[in-house]
């Protein structure tokens, strides 16, 4: 924590109350669905209630646990008051509005809130060597999900059964749960970019947009496949053609030291120079690992400057409406001399 805790003097703050439970997990290690974190530069704990007193005692690092008989709010109260710290920060981004008012009405007089960025995002987007090696388990995971769920798809199947096959095969290869709800279209109901599978089955000749992830050790993974079922015609494979040369353009723009920006760029100008950018309706990727979309943001206007250590999708794709959509994804870690793509799941384009 101390990261965290060198940069309260920049805050103006002399502890900072975190409530968002990935923030939590990244800062403790408590994996609870309960607790409160409060941070200071002496002495962090960590309140939670008693259904996690256990394992609250065995996951944690670093930060001594109070087991809350009532409400957390009250208990972190209190600890603010005996310390008499004055300055509390909290998460703007994180806290509801009816708990700060909670937190506010609970503290001692002459202690004050004071809201603070994501300061723990900013932190998380540099993964460790451990973390980046969660997040190559999931990957690894979740393509194996894939192959393994390939034999089972085909024109008649329901989309929801593809969804279903697909996240139990995730669980086979030893994930927790899937890292967001499966995506599953097919036909022109694959221009929707983040349709959800219904019950309509998958049709004869027609495109499959297949977007999944795994969750192994609390770390997330995301790719994204587009099928064919049936014999594609020209149009098909002319717009996969495409999307995959703006996927691996991406790919090829990301190294330390460039921004955001630049990565969705790279992707848009193929896509243009094909006459498809209109149909490109959303960011080129985003950063993940113990939340699905994480910083940073890989779209237009976005500055952000890639680090060594930071994990990303590349995920362009193209839409249109009564004929279908495609979009490839894979997730890729940057380093300092370009990106290392962690998913090995052919990007060839699959007719069944």
């Not at 060198?6 to 607790?35: C, E, H, Q």
């Not at 004055?86 to 002459?110: C, H, M, N, S, T």
């Amino acid at each position: 924590m101390n990261a965290l805790t060198g940069r309260f003097a920049d805050l103006k703050i002399d502890a900072f109350l975190v409530s968002a439970p990935p923030n939590i997990r990244y800062l403790s290690g408590f994996t609870g669905s309960n607790a409160l974190l409060l941070v200071t530069p002496s002495r962090s704990t960590l309140f939670t209630d008693p259904r996690y007193t256990i394992q609250a005692g065995e996951e944690t690092s670093g930060c001594a646990v109070k087991t809350a008989r009532g409400p957390l709010l009250a208990e972190a109260a209190q600890l603010i008051a005996r310390r008499r710290l004055k300055r509390i920060g909290f998460e703007r981004g994180r806290l509801l509005f009816d708990v700060w008012q909670r937190l506010k009405d609970a503290l001692p007089l002459g202690a004050s809130l004071k809201p603070v960025g994501p300061v723990v995002e900013e932190l998380r987007m540099i993964k460790s060597p451990g973390e980046i090696a969660h997040i190559r388990a999931s990957v690894q995971a979740n393509s194996l999900a894939f192959e393994a769920a390939l034999p089972r798809i085909r024109p008649g199947v329901r989309e929801s059964e593809i969804a279903a096959e697909l996240e139990y095969q995730m669980r086979r290869q030893g994930a927790e749960k899937p890292s967001f709800d499966t995506i599953v279209a097919s036909g022109p109901r694959s221009a929707l970019v983040h349709a959800q599978p219904t019950s309509e089955p998958a049709g004869a000749n027609q495109l499959l947009l297949i977007d999944m992830g795994a969750t192994r050790n609390g770390y997330v993974s995301d790719m994204t496949r587009t099928l064919f079922l049936g014999r594609p015609g020209r149009k098909v494979r002319n717009m996969y053609d495409s999307v995959l040369m703006a996927q691996l353009a991406g790919i090829a723009a990301v190294r330390e030291g460039v921004t955001a920006e630049q990565v969705d760029r790279a992707t848009r100008r193929v896509l243009r120079a094909e006459g498809l950018d209109r149909a490109f309706v959303h960011s080129t990727g985003h950063g993940l690992g113990l939340e699905i979309h994480e910083p940073p943001r890989l779209g237009r206007k976005d500055r952000t400057v890639l680090r060594a250590g930071m994990t990303i999708t590349i995920e362009p794709g193209v839409y249109m409406e009564g004929f279908g959509g495609i979009r490839i994804e894979d997730t890729v870690v940057v380093t300092a001399g370009g990106c290392e793509v962690l998913t090995p799941t052919t990007k060839e384009f699959i007719a069944l």
